[in-house]
């Protein structure tokens, strides 16, 4: 299983890139490997302020469906567009191209709460 360093994780399995106070969300490569072949992605919340911890949203696999939930307060700004039409990225490229949302975040010190790749390594029991 790929865990990025540079990255931040939940117990949920979302990761977190921040970029200034912009933060880009997905589903670790863990996530998407126990999930199977996603075949959709479903995020009707953009331009929303949610909690941490909402759902922002659904993935589908050809067996389930996984809810998705922020890991930061913020204002979703954007879906990742390749997602309409390729949601296979999700499972191909977790952390690059399958990237979900863009959230523009309310307060940075809610990342203290978030694991860091080390920590998430030993939740996976990796």
Do not use: C
Request: net charge negative.
């Amino acid at each position: 299983m790929k865990i990025p360093e540079n990255l931040l994780y939940t117990h949920d399995h979302e990761w977190i890139r921040i970029e200034n106070a912009i933060a880009y969300i997905g589903i670790t490569d863990f996530a998407q490997h126990e999930l199977g072949d996603i075949v959709y992605v479903e995020i009707e919340t953009v331009g929303e302020n949610l909690n941490q911890n909402q759902t922002f949203g659904t993935v589908e696999a050809v067996k389930t469906v996984s809810d998705l939930f922020m890991p930061l307060n913020g204002e979703i700004l954007e879906l990742n567009p390749k997602l309409e039409t390729n949601p296979e990225l999700v499972n191909s490229d977790p952390y690059g191209d399958g990237w979900m949302i863009k959230v523009k975040i309310e307060n940075n010190a809610e990342t203290k709460g978030l694991l860091k790749s080390d920590a998430y390594a030993l939740l996976i029991g990796s």
